[in-house]
Antibody
Framework: QVQLVQSGAEVKKPGASVKVSCKASGYTFTSYGISWVRQAPGQGLEWMGWISAYNGNTNYAQKLQGRVTMTTDTSTSTAYMELRSLRSDDTAVYYC???????????????WGQGTLVAVSS | EIVLTQSPGTLSLSPGERATLSCRASQSVSSRYLAWYQQKPGQAPRLLIYGASSRATGIPDRFSGSGSGTDFTLTIRRLEPEDFAVYYCQQYGSSQYTFGQGTKLEIK
């Protein structure tokens, strides 16, 4: 079955960087994209960006431009999201999700990974 | 950026009742590129509806989506106990995706 398995929880200090992985299985990795979405404690969903696993093209949320980098390793069917210059308000659960690409803008998200808690604290 | 506003913020209903959740966009969502997700506490979101009205694989037919342009609706025909959760709409018709703030469906 289609599955996305994310790396474990992280605790980081302000100013540091974090890199979260998302390993895909059960489908042809390069036929879809991967999006990243985060959820601060008790809050809603915030879209961070997505990457085409086919050609590596990326589209980031304007709010995070310059601080986030999304990459893929097609040899291991793994996607990565790196967030730099961490602040306390970056504390959140980070989800990856498979993007079913239907247009130049991308598509819907199905399924989602289990989530990775990133806590930023001094 | 397209802003999605969901209403109501909280909906209190009983099992067996019909739920109607609204998602209004600040500008037209092209090609009905709108999805609905369900999220239960401690779990990742799950896709319910894509393309405004197409049910995802394995989603019961009591869930239905409708709408176009700026107004979209998720309807749950007869609420089951497992349907009480938070629901989010999301648009993917522009390069900057956005989510609504969510509607919490709670047991009355």
């Amino acid at each position: 079955q289609v599955q996305l398995v994310q790396s474990g929880a992280e605790v980081k200090k302000p100013g540091a960087s974090v890199k979260v992985s998302c390993k895909a299985s059960g489908y042809t990795f390069t036929s879809y994209g991967i999006s990243w979405v985060r959820q601060a404690p008790g809050q809603g969903l915030e879209w961070m960006g997505w990457i085409s696993a086919y050609n590596g093209n990326t589209n980031y949320a304007q709010k995070l431009q310059g601080r986030v980098t999304m990459t893929t390793d097609t040899s291991t069917s793994t996607a990565y999201m790196e967030l730099r210059s961490l602040r306390s308000d970056d504390t959140a659960v980070y989800y990856c999700a498979r993007v079913v690409v239907v247009a130049a803008t991308g598509g819907w998200f199905d399924p989602w990974g289990q989530g990775t808690l990133v806590a930023v604290s001094s | 950026e397209i802003v999605l506003t969901q209403s109501p913020g909280t909906l209190s209903l009983s099992p067996g009742e019909r739920a109607t959740l609204s998602c209004r966009a600040s500008q037209s969502v092209s090609s009905r590129y709108l999805a609905w997700y369900q999220q239960k506490p401690g779990q990742a979101p799950r896709l319910l509806i894509y393309g405004a009205s197409s049910r995802a694989t394995g989603i019961p037919d009591r869930f239905s989506g409708s709408g176009s342009g700026t107004d979209f609706t998720l309807t749950i025909r007869r609420l089951e106990p497992e349907d009480f959760a938070v629901y989010y709409c999301q648009q993917y018709g522009s390069s900057q995706y956005t989510f609504g703030q969510g509607t919490k469906l709670e047991i009355k």
